[in-house]
């Protein structure tokens, strides 16, 4: 029996109770990612304040075009990706905030690859600010994509390392950095 959706929905005045459809959203993006398919989508429907998140599989997190959803993490980090070599994350249209720069150990999306080196991270049209590290992907191998985002106020707004394999990297276009104290820190592309 499946029970999984191919797109779930998170809403500021949904429940975790819900079964995550349009009609009935979830809460936060933790309990529509356990009721969404590997390589799903979860769309936020308002404009609010989600709660910070860990993603586990191959999905795509956006928020409706003109819809303010913001990710703020007071501690620790916005989006945590717990992922294997063969994942790829969609991160469309939200906003991350953080605690302030000088906050230690927090960054906006964190990239833990768990096993095989070839997973691919995709940020669209997003604002990352306020975190030590705006992204942090340091694997030993993958692919980090950013376009038309701005990331600011960071103490590092994007720290990529590939561990040195070629064939892996990253790509930043139509990106502002504003105000970060480093803008871009990478080693071993």
Not at 171 to 178: L, S
């Amino acid at each position: 029996l499946h029970d999984a959706l191919p797109i779930s929905y998170v809403s500021v005045s949904g429940s975790d109770n819900r079964a995550c459809t349009r009609s009935q959203p979830c809460r936060s993006f933790d309990a529509a990612l356990a009721k969404t398919d590997e390589g799903g989508e979860i769309i936020a429907l308002d404009t609010g304040t989600y709660d910070p998140t860990t993603i586990t599989k191959s999905i795509t997190l956006a928020a409706v075009p003109g819809v303010d959803a913001q990710i703020r993490a007071s501690t620790g980090n916005a989006v945590t990706l717990n992922v294997d070599g063969t994942d790829v994350v969609i991160i469309r249209g939200l906003r991350l905030t953080g605690p302030g720069k000088t906050s230690t150990g927090t960054t906006g999306v964190l990239v833990n690859l768990l096993t095989g080196g070839g997973v691919a991270v995709h940020i669209e049209n997003c604002f990352i600010g306020e975190f030590q590290h705006g992204v942090q992907m340091e694997v030993s191998g993958g692919v980090l994509k950013v376009s038309e985002t701005v990331v600011r106020r960071n103490h590092v707004g994007i720290k990529f390392n590939s561990g040195g394999v070629e064939f892996f990297g990253a790509a930043v276009e139509r990106t502002r950095f504003e105000q970060n104290d480093i803008g871009l820190l990478t080693d071993g592309i």
